[in-house]
């Protein structure tokens, strides 16, 4: 069964850059997430998918991050303008229901803010 | 607002030398508590789900209690294998919250 994908796995961009991050759950996963990982900490749930609609984006800073899951499947995360608090390694996980059931992760993107 | 806290922060073990982690917690409706293994460059990889106070789950070396206000990690003659950090998430209403991990190191 093939995991969680991401990309890019590293991107170094200067502030008020604008940078996209892309995942493609596990088929079959109706539920999406994506995590903001500073170094030091666990994962911050920014924002859940159920299908295509959102479940949960209370701790999604709306000013600069967008994200979207059309048609239900892969999501992309977007940050613009990009600060330099931003710099964090941002993970995806999917999984097979909706109540944060055992998630899978993938191997993440590390930005760096300059 | 929900507060998870693990300890000890690292710890360094002989291998074969059992220890214990703790994740205690201040959650809202706590629905569950996951348990993960991460390691370096890598993201998160389930380990245990536990629901209910009293209730335990093991794999392998690990062994996981939970309590109405902690949740343990026992590891019992670690391997190198096993260093890794380990993080914790208690779910409360709707929203699953972890803590900042415990990194554990096995020499051999």
């Known amino acids: 069964e093939a995991g969680v994908a991401q990309s890019p796995r590293y991107k170094i961009i200067e502030k008020r850059q604008s940078v996209a991050f892309w995942c493609n759950p596990i088929s079959g996963h109706a539920t999406l997430y994506w995590y903001q990982q500073i170094l030091g900490q666990g994962p911050k749930l920014l924002i859940q998918?159920?299908?295509?609609?959102?479940?949960?984006d209370s701790q999604l800073p709306k000013d600069r991050f967008s994200a979207e899951r059309l048609k239900g499947v892969d999501s992309t995360l977007k940050i613009q303008p990009a600060k330099l608090e931003d710099s964090a390694v941002y993970l995806c996980?999917?999984?097979?229901?909706?109540?944060?059931?055992?998630?899978?992760f993938g191997p993440g993107t590390r930005l760096t803010v300059t | 607002e929900d507060q998870v806290t693990q300890s000890p922060e690292a710890l360094r073990l002989q291998e074969g030398e059992s220890s214990s982690l703790n994740c205690s917690y201040t959650?809202?409706?706590?629905?569950?508590l996951f348990w993960y293994r991460q390691d370096p460059g890598k993201g998160p990889e389930f380990l245990f789900t536990l629901y209910s106070a009293g209730e335990e789950k093991e794999k392998e070396r690990l062994k996981a209690t939970l309590t109405k206000k902690e949740s343990f990690l026992h590891i019992t003659a670690p391997k190198p294998e096993d260093s890794a950090t380990y993080l914790c998430?208690?779910?409360?209403?709707?929203?699953?919250?972890f803590g900042a991990g415990t990194t554990v190191t096995v020499r051999a």
């Open positions: 998918f159920q299908n295509n609609g959102v479940v949960d």
């Open positions: 996980a999917s999984s097979s229901g909706l109540d944060h059931y055992e998630q899978y």
């Open positions: 959650v809202s409706g706590l629905r569950g």
């Open positions: 998430a208690p779910l409360g209403d709707y929203k699953l919250s």
